[in-house]
């Protein structure tokens, strides 16, 4: 690949913790730098001073859309990138910023006699996506760095990343973990989307989707298993997906306008 | 062929020899289930299991294998065989492990399988405690278990050690063998025999009489109705000892000129599985709903790969029962339901 010209990349933040950018920069000695003969980072408030005004080829996006102010800025960013991948689950699903979608003193119990200033106004918590095309997602809470670099690694010659459809379960088969239904717990991984290699049940910690539900979730038969073999109440099985897929979920809010 | 015996105590000593010369790997305990998986000293060995979460073909045919490294357009293959002793291995997985071995020689031949499968000595082990979803009692009971190298069966005072190949043969000088008894090889056979009859699930039908009416069921709504509360999470299919389907994907390291191609399992009851690309970014699945990939399972096991195989791929392991989050999967409960269509 010696003499093409890198590839521009950008990276752009919204309602999130930045974490996923602390997870980038996480990369580290030379793993990361390796990465860098390839693409020329030209926008990075996590790790550099310089901003840009010119096309991009890639720009990242990290955090959930809030508030319909940040709707220009994500058009503008869309109007420069030839790709727009978001990161992170705010990005790609809302993330947990969605939780508050459904209720309504959040302000209050969050800010308290602060709760009516005006710049802590915002709206429903929406992935990146309800304001602008996104081509492609690196889910997850954080996102992982991993899958992060094959992605972009696939884009660099010109391959369409395999990200897969199919739920956490099939990794976890793959890693030869025990069930945590079988051990008396509970899961989520029939519904939640893979390609993390299911690191939390492995390590006996149920799965809660952080990156999205799988292709055509059984959200039906998810209640059904939660309530028989792991014996949650009618309204915890109904919740429980709810932490990182308010989105997704039957009940979302911006549900029947898709 | 010949029938040895060895006792209690003996048996300790040469699984001790065995695992001081050799890669010797077995049933091991993990968590409250078991898998196949490395045996370090006599204890690790845990010939009372009743079923291992994976099927022992991970030994040769790992869920996740890389092929070959690639740099530009040069590549070098990944596979190392290593000599390796399997021991333990019940009568049913041995049944699958020969139709595996057929399916990846037949056409072309995969290199990737038959490498690490030829380098591997199987030694079977009688069933001491029968899983509750298993059913090997009752499926495909015309197609004899083959493939392996020797069988040991645990009887009163010790085991007795079919050897069937040279490799087997040669382990020999690791025990204190002597050669069986009649009553000794009585002994085995009762407990090889009544083993088969333990079994809590049942298919209550021949597997030509299920071959030819699962296949003529095709539009039966027992798909569609079962597969409901089915997640598409291809469980099934990775845990099945005859499951052998596989995707392959390449991926550049970081310094994107050398990268590595690897293969993993698949599932025909993932929804990806069945999407073929119809150029310009647009997708096809040509098996779109659950029950048709539920369905597809099933017609696999029961019936479209009989006549290869000589009987159906299916060998009552009871393992797709058991992993089966909603309990949809078991194959005894579809197709006794279909027999009484």
């Known amino acids: ?258 | 062929m010949e029938t040895k015996f060895i006792n209690e105590s003996g048996f300790q000593d040469f699984v001790g020899k065995l695992v001081e010369s050799r890669n010797l790997v077995g049933p091991v305990a993990k968590r409250n289930k078991f898998v196949f998986g490395e045996i370090n000293k006599y204890e690790d060995l845990r010939l009372d299991y009743d079923v291992t979460l994976l099927p022992p073909k991970k030994l040769f045919f790992p869920p996740k294998q890389d092929i070959l490294k690639f740099y530009g357009q040069k590549g070098e293959s990944c596979i190392d065989p290593d000599p390796q002793i399997l021991l333990g291995v019940h009568f049913y997985d041995i049944k699958a492990i020969d139709m595996t071995d057929l399916l990846f020689r037949e056409n072309n031949e995969d290199y990737n399988y038959l490498a690490n499968r030829e380098c591997t000595t199987i030694i079977g082990s009688n069933i001491q405690n029968v899983h509750d979803r298993a059913f090997f009692g009752s499926v495909g009971t015309e197609v004899e278990p083959k493939g392996h190298d020797g069988f040991l069966t645990k009887i009163e005072g010790g085991y007795v050690f079919e050897i069937i190949t040279a490799k087997a043969k040669e382990l020999l000088q690791f025990g204190d063998f002597q050669d069986a008894n009649e009553n000794q090889i009585k002994q085995a056979e009762k407990v090889n025999a009544e083993v088969l009859t333990k079994c809590s699930e049942k298919l209550n039908n021949t597997s030509a009489e299920i071959n030819k009416k699962v296949r003529n069921s095709f539009d039966s709504k027992i798909w569609e109705k079962t597969a409901e509360d089915c997640f598409s999470c291809g469980s099934c299919n990775i845990v099945c000892p005859t499951c052998y389907c596989f995707d392959v994907q390449d991926d550049w390291y970081l310094d994107q000129e050398t990268g590595v191609r690897a293969r993993s399992w698949d599932g025909c009851l993932k929804e990806d599985f069945s999407e073929v690309s119809l150029g310009q970014g647009s997708i096809e699945n040509f098996r779109e709903t659950r029950g048709s990939r539920y369905r597809h399972r099933i017609m696999r096991k029961a019936t479209y790969l009989n006549e290869k195989l000589g009987g159906p791929a299916c060998v009552g392991c009871g393992r797709c029962s058991s992993v089966c989050t909603s309990d949809i999967a078991d194959p005894v409960n579809v197709i006794n339901q279909i027999m009484e269509e």
């Open chain 1, 1 to 258: 690949m010696e003499g093409k010209p890198k590839v521009k990349v950008a990276y752009f933040d919204f309602a999130c913790c930045e974490g996923c950018q602390i997870e980038m920069t996480n990369f580290g000695g030379p793993a990361f730098l390796e990465l860098l003969n390839h693409v020329e980072i030209v926008e990075f408030r996590e790790a550099m001073t310089e901003t840009t005004d010119e096309t991009i080829d890639i720009a990242f996006i990290e955090g959930s859309f809030t508030r319909e102010a940040d709707r220009k800025r994500l058009e503008s960013i869309r109007e420069r990138a030839n790709i727009v991948i978001a990161y992170g689950a705010c990005a790609c699903t809302g993330g947990i910023n969605a939780l508050k979608n459904h209720q309504n003193d959040y302000k209050e119990a969050v800010y308290g006699k602060d709760a009516d200033m005006p710049h802590l106004d915002s709206q429903l918590a929406l992935p990146v996506s309800a304001a602008i095309k996104v081509d492609y997602e690196v889910n997850g809470c954080p996102m992982n760095k991993d899958e992060f670099a094959r992605i972009v690694s696939h884009l660099l010659h010109g391959k369409t990343p395999v990200i897969p459809k199919y739920p956490v379960c099939v990794e976890c088969k793959l890693s030869e973990n025990v069930c945590l239904y079988e051990l008396g717990g509970h899961c989520l991984g029939m519904v939640a989307k893979a390609g993390c290699g299911a690191p939390c049940p492995a390590q006996g910690i149920p799965c809660e989707a952080c990156r999205g539900f799988a292709s055509n979730p059984n959200e039906k038969t998810l209640e059904k298993v939660l309530k028989d073999r792991a014996g949650f109440s009618e309204e915890r099985a109904k919740t429980k997906s709810r932490m990182f897929t308010a989105n997704c979920r039957y009940d979302a809010p911006l549900k029947d306008k898709e």
